[in-house]
């Protein structure tokens, strides 16, 4: 019987834009401000750097590093509170976990870094619904990519493999490992159904409502 349902947070529960704004648009802003470029110039930068470290890499997550690493004169919370109002829940998110939280324990699992998810739950109105909060990359000090990371928190929930129901956005870190262990688990995509589910393999949700039918 399944116990646990874990959830991704950015592009699965709340809208991606926030972290967007302060990752792709206010850390070129202020690195455009800084070395005297044009924004497209300062983001073709930041990107290239970001590039090269890529999102199976701690580093990738830690605001703090490349604030550093571009030397740029702002701190992470007056990033993080700038771009606050582009804090959304998606469509039906508040309503599906209003209903899930009777039959099951509900649990965010994600990469983004605390400071993140902690801001980002309690903006969108869903931080009541949840009985733990894990970051990963904060907390375990590991991305999703790694198995052990799936282990880990069954470990901490006191549940199995087989107990718990994972959901997310990312094909790979989101359900191709936690599927690898025997979880249940849910790839939510915008792509077309027969796409998606790539003959079968992936089950994926259009939404966040389909899920409830799925359960």
């Known amino acids: 019987m399944k116990k646990v349902v874990s959830f991704d947070l950015d592009g699965t ?3 991606a834009k926030y972290g ?3 990752w792709n648009h206010g850390i070129p802003e202020e690195y455009s401000k800084k070395y005297g470029m044009s924004l497209d110039e300062a983001r073709t930068a930041v ?18 590093y ?5 030397d740029l004169p702002v701190t992470a919370d007056e990033l993080l509170d700038r771009y606050e109002g582009f804090i959304k ?17 509900l649990v965010i699992a994600s990469n983004a870094a605390r400071m993140f998810v902690e801001k980002e739950l309690v903006c969108a109105g869903l931080a009541r619904y949840f009985s733990r909060v894990v970051s990963a990359t904060s907390d375990y000090k590991m991305v999703k ?29 989101d359900f191709e490992v936690p599927s690898g262990l025997g979880i249940e688990a849910y790839h939510v995509t915008d792509k077309p159904p027969e796409q998606a589910r790539d003959g079968g393999n992936v089950k994926a949700i259009g939404n966040l409502t389909e899920l409830l039918e799925m359960l």
């Open 13 to 15: 529960l709340v809208d």
């Open 20 to 22: 967007d704004m302060v």
């Open 47 to 64: 990107m290239d750097q970001y590039s090269s470290v890529g999102d199976a890499d701690l580093l990738w997550y830690e605001i703090g």
């Open 66 to 70: 490349w604030l550093q690493r571009f």
């Open 89 to 105: 829940p998606l469509a039906g998110a508040a309503e599906v976990l209003k209903v899930l939280k009777d039959r099951y324990v």
């Open 145 to 173: 990519k790694e198995p052990d990371f799936f282990k880990k928190l069954c470990s901490v929930l006191g549940v199995t493999e087989k107990e718990i129901i994972h959901v997310g956005d990312h094909r790979i870190f």
